[in-house]
């Protein structure tokens, strides 16, 4: 890395879970959700990336925006464009994930006519699925992708009980778990602990579309970054929250030698991992967990050799050199 200059910067920042209500607890009443204030630690983050001495080209919120508190308290909209709001501070363009809250709050319909519908639909060329799975991906400069992944594309929130993928979603969970409740995780085994209801899975098509991405990524040489609510690795987070079918798609990322990193959300003690490809595994930790005194967002320096993660409060920062062309 001979000159210090990035080729660009973006931020990041996942698990908001803004709420207009005072703190709680999570299920396991063992940690403190600090609700309304999320969105006072949003607002430093922006302040911080405007800041910036090279402003970030982009944000990467990476799901969980607003809590599902707010379908109870019928606040999801007013709560939605109070986030919106915010981030439209940034002034710059924010890529949304889509995590098990959204779906808590908004069908997946009306998701996608939402603000957070981030899918970018070029006049010409075609960079997304379907309009029905919210996966798309975007190069903000030459030689480097990003994709945008829909982990709840095989699930049963998000879907109607009628969709055919609601029921293929329903008999993967109760194959592998036989609780009443199924947000209590199976006792079967370690691993086994993801099949509960607010993880979610990539279907065949979406994984077809990603391995084609991919291809032609690897045939232009170009470096990809993944993004995903839901971590893909057992070694970069707590199984309850990976993936179901977390295996399928490192089996993808490792037939690849484009991909240099998957970054997601969902587990609020965030994780990270280098796998013997040589990918990062980069999961943050959330801003609803953290208290009012810290913060939990990064912005990322792009170079031609490397990533450099700049942290701030509860995440590290983090040198993540790129892997060899195999």
Same mark, same amino acid.
């Given at each position: 890395?001979?000159?210090?200059?990035?080729?660009?910067?973006?931020? $990041?920042?996942?698990?908001?879970?803004? /709420?207009?209500?005072?703190?709680?607890?999570?299920?396991?009443?063992?940690?403190?959700?600090?609700?309304?204030?999320? *969105?006072?630690?949003?607002?430093?983050?922006?302040?911080?990336?405007?800041?910036?001495?090279?402003?970030?080209?982009?944000?990467?919120? *990476?799901?969980?925006?607003?809590? +599902?508190?707010?379908?109870?308290?019928? /606040?999801?909209?007013?709560?939605?464009?109070?986030?919106?709001?915010?981030?439209?501070?940034?002034?710059?363009?924010?890529? #949304?994930?889509?995590?098990?809250?959204?779906?808590?709050?908004?069908?997946?319909?009306?998701?996608? /006519?939402?603000?957070?519908?981030?899918?970018?639909?070029? /006049?010409?060329?075609?960079?997304?699925?379907?309009?029905?799975?919210?996966?798309?991906?975007?190069?903000?400069?030459?030689?480097?992708?990003?994709?945008?992944?829909?982990?709840?594309?095989?699930?049963?929130? +998000?879907?109607?009980?009628? #969709?055919?993928?609601?029921?293929?979603?329903?008999? $993967?969970?109760?194959?592998?778990?036989?609780?009443?409740?199924?947000? #209590?995780?199976?006792?079967?085994?370690?691993?086994?602990?993801?099949?509960?209801?607010?993880?979610?899975?990539?279907?065949?098509?979406?994984?077809?579309?990603?391995?084609?991405?991919?291809? *032609?990524?690897?045939?232009?040489?170009?470096?990809?970054?993944?993004?995903?609510?839901?971590?893909? #690795?057992?070694?970069?987070?707590?199984? $309850?929250?990976?993936?179901?079918?977390?295996?399928?798609?490192?089996?993808?990322?490792?037939? %690849?030698?484009?991909?240099?990193?998957?970054?997601?959300? %969902?587990?609020?003690?965030?994780?990270?991992?280098?796998?013997?490809?040589?990918?990062?595994?980069?999961?943050?930790? +959330?801003?609803?967990?953290?208290?009012?005194?810290?913060?939990?967002?990064?912005?990322?320096?792009?170079?031609?050799?490397?990533?450099?993660?700049?942290?701030?409060?509860?995440?590290?920062?983090?040198?993540?050199?790129?892997?060899?062309?195999?």
């Amino acid at each position: 890395m001979e000159d210090c200059t990035p080729l660009f910067t973006f931020g $990041i920042i996942a698990d908001i879970q803004y /709420a207009d209500k005072d703190d709680g607890f999570n299920f396991l009443r063992t940690r403190r959700r600090y609700y309304r204030n999320s *969105l006072e630690l949003l607002r430093s983050a922006n302040r911080v990336w405007k800041e910036e001495p090279v402003n970030p080209r982009f944000i990467l919120q *990476l799901g969980d925006v607003i809590d +599902g508190f707010n379908k109870k308290n019928e /606040a999801s909209d007013r709560a939605l464009e109070t986030v919106v709001s915010e981030f439209d501070n940034c002034l710059v363009k924010v890529h #949304h994930v889509w995590g098990n809250h959204e779906f808590y709050n908004f069908s997946r319909n009306s998701l996608f /006519a939402s603000s957070i519908n981030s899918e970018t639909k070029p /006049a010409s060329g075609r960079n997304f699925i379907d309009d029905e799975i919210y996966a798309y991906h975007f190069s903000p400069a030459p030689k480097f992708r990003f994709v945008v992944l829909d982990a709840y594309d095989l699930s049963i929130i +998000g879907r109607d009980p009628t #969709h055919e993928k609601y029921n293929q979603a329903m008999n $993967i969970l109760k194959e592998q778990n036989t609780n009443n409740d199924l947000n #209590h995780p199976p006792a079967s085994g370690w691993l086994e602990q993801r099949f509960v209801k607010f993880n979610g899975a990539f279907s065949q098509e979406q994984l077809q579309w990603l391995d084609k991405v991919l291809t *032609l990524a690897d045939q232009k040489q170009e470096r990809v970054t993944i993004l995903s609510h839901l971590p893909v #690795h057992p070694d970069s987070a707590d199984p $309850i929250c990976l993936a179901w079918n977390y295996d399928a798609m490192l089996s993808i990322l490792h037939s %690849h030698s484009s991909v240099i990193c998957f970054i997601a959300g %969902h587990d609020h003690d965030g994780g990270y991992h280098k796998d013997a490809s040589g990918i990062h595994h980069l999961t943050l930790e +959330g801003v609803i967990e953290t208290h009012p005194d810290s913060n939990a967002f990064g912005t990322v320096y792009v170079y031609e050799d490397q990533m450099v993660l700049k942290g701030n409060g509860r995440i590290s920062d983090r040198v993540l050199v790129y892997p060899s062309p195999s």
